[in-house]
């Protein structure tokens, strides 16, 4: 077993409330000056920065797993994440045509940039992103298992957009292997509201939209594999 320093919950420039600083190399180096192992991009709704940070990871001495964080039809926010760049990018298309065809509003919601690897600009998502979209709860995981992936609920603990502030329970037949809990000290008071939570991986991650909210090695996992212990083969 060896210890694994984690964040797999972050946002770069193309999600409207990230920061324009979060371009794919400031975030990749920011967590390796933190000494962050394995990290996950996950945009709202959207994997469109996930192939410069891949192309950018493969110099530095890091595991980027391609993610996004769906937004569910009951407004519910849910971290999903994949194999390789090739089952995120499908996924993106995917999760594309179920999101309302409603443009961004860049002066009201942010700009929603698409970046290379050398964090120039080449383009910009059209549709707001952080709109609900008719994925729902129940649909999800095995959603996610169609293209190799995995999937959790996000911020369990958190008032707005969680599976608690929204649906107010947590049910097993979701089919969710991990949880993320965003604060540590609500572990106890939201365990017995989780029905079988011993069974659960309990992830905890920066949800950063700045660089300096991105984990600086407080995050960490005991295993042999951290992508196995995930379920990512
Ligand atoms: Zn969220
Ligand atoms: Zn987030």
């Keep these: 077993m060896e210890k694994v320093t984690y964040d797999l919950h972050t946002h ?14 400031n975030i990749l180096h920011m967590a390796v000056l933190g000494g962050v192992q394995v990290l996950a991009v996950t945009d709202h709704n959207s994997c469109k920065n996930c192939p410069a940070a891949v192309e950018v990871a493969k ?8 993610g996004m964080e769906l937004c569910t039809v009951e ?19 995917y999760v594309h045509d179920r999101l309302p065809a409603v443009e961004n509003r860049p002066e009201i919601f942010g700009e929603q940039r698409i970046l290379n690897a050398a964090d120039e600009i080449v383009g910009y998502e059209p549709y ?24 959790y609920p996000a911020h369990v603990d958190k008032s707005s957009t969680s599976v608690f502030s929204n649906l107010g329970y947590f049910s097993s037949d979701w089919g969710f292997g991990a949880v993320e809990i965003a604060n540590r000290q ?3 008071e939201l365990a017995p509201k989780i029905p079988g939570f011993g069974e659960l ?18 995050n960490f996992l005991f295993c042999n594999n951290f992508r196995r212990a995930l379920g990512l083969y």
């Design 59 to 66: 110099g530095l001495p890091i595991d980027l797993i391609p």
């Design 75 to 93: 407004e519910v926010h849910v971290i999903c994440l994949f194999p390789a760049l090739d089952n995120a990018m499908a996924f993106d298309a």
């Design 12 to 25: 770069s420039a193309l999600s409207p409330c990230g920061d324009n600083d979060m371009t794919v190399n």
């Design 201 to 218: 991986l309990v992830l905890h991650s920066s949800d950063a939209h700045y660089l300096w909210d991105i984990s600086q090695g407080e």
């Design 128 to 151: 707001l992103l952080i709109n609900a979209t008719s994925i729902s709860i129940e649909e999800v995981v095995p959603l996610a298992k169609r293209f190799g992936g995995i999937c």
């Design 186 to 188: 609500k572990i106890e």
